[in-house]
């Protein structure tokens, strides 16, 4: 995995936690449900790349 893959996909998370704060504070959910979806899809991608990583 390239350095760039992770911090594209943590800065994936770190986006998904503040909407999902922001949703929490504003009472927003939308908002929230939105910043959950990019958490799991930031992780899943991490995942994906550490399954690629395994298998070289």
Avoid: P
């Avoid at 760039?4 to 939308?30: I, M, R, S, Y």
């Amino acid at each position: 995995m390239g350095i760039a893959d992770k911090a594209e996909n943590t800065a994936e998370k770190l986006t998904g936690q503040a909407k999902e704060k922001a949703g929490d504070v504003t009472d927003d959910q939308d908002l929230q449900a939105e910043g959950k979806k990019d958490q799991t899809k930031g992780s899943l991608k991490n995942a994906g790349e550490n399954i690629k990583d395994a298998f070289k």
